[in-house]
């Protein structure tokens, strides 16, 4: 079976902390995803990578960065966090090349900033 | 500008009735595809179905088909005969090749309830 593996499902976190949020897949994907969940927006791009060490901004970048130093292993950043990004976060990942590439989800991780 | 649209925020089914969730796109691209993913109370994004634009007949995977209509710009989700565990959230996705990676643009999503 096909894995993406967000290492935190629920954190709580103090404006202005740096916050980590790491994703891991198990299935060789180039291309690794994160998105934003937003209740009526849907998800929203932020980052992603298409190979080690490489990185594109996605629509909403702002406030975000991230890392990819292994295939396996997308990182994503909040240098100061805000209460403006306190929602669910979710990872992705899928194969090159094509549009017809299922991409793959983890399971979320719900980010509250207070 | 490429962009997903579902205009049901919320859709009621009674439990083995059918239900078509509606999607329209938006894009100037000849190659792109078109998801569906259900998103269950848990988080987790399922992969429901595919429809590739070049494709000719239209996607069914088990009680899930994807009613493609590609000159109206639309791909609505049809669910046969309705579970309980079909209560989720439902989003329609595009994907686009941007020379490097898949491009996944999301609707805003529709909320189905199946009731006994």
């Known amino acids: 079976d096909v894995k993406v593996t967000q290492s935190s499902r629920y954190l709580v976190k103090r404006t202005g902390e740096k916050v980590f949020l790491e994703c891991v897949q198990d299935m060789d994907h180039e291309n690794m995803f994160w998105y934003r969940q937003d209740p009526g927006l849907g998800l929203r791009l932020i980052y992603f990578?298409?190979?080690?060490?490489?990185?594109e901004k996605g629509d909403i970048p702002e406030g975000y960065s991230v890392s990819r130093e292994k295939k396996e292993r997308f990182s994503l950043i909040l240098e100061s966090a805000s209460t403006n990004q306190t929602s669910m976060y979710l990872c992705?990942?899928?194969?090159?090349?094509?549009?017809?590439?299922?991409?793959?989800f983890g399971e979320g991780s719900w980010l509250t900033v207070v | 500008a490429q962009k997903i649209t579902q205009t049901q925020p919320g859709m009621f089914v009674q439990e083995k009735e059918a239900v078509t969730l509606d999607c329209t796109y938006d894009?100037?691209?000849?190659?792109?595809?078109l998801f569906w993913y259900k998103q269950p109370s848990s988080g987790e994004m399922i992969f429901l179905i595919y429809q590739g634009s070049y494709d000719e007949q239209n996607a069914t995977e088990g009680r899930y088909s994807l009613n493609f209509q590609k000159a109206r710009k639309s791909a609505n989700l049809v669910i046969s005969a309705s579970q309980l565990g079909d209560s989720a959230m439902y989003f329609c996705a595009m994907s686009i090749w941007r020379g490097g990676y898949n491009k996944l643009i999301f609707g805003a999503g529709t909320r189905l309830a199946v009731h006994p």
């Open positions: 990578s298409y190979d080690v060490k490489m990185k």
């Open positions: 992705a990942s899928s194969f090159n090349p094509g549009s017809g590439n299922t991409i793959y």
């Open positions: 894009t100037s691209d000849q190659s792109y595809g």
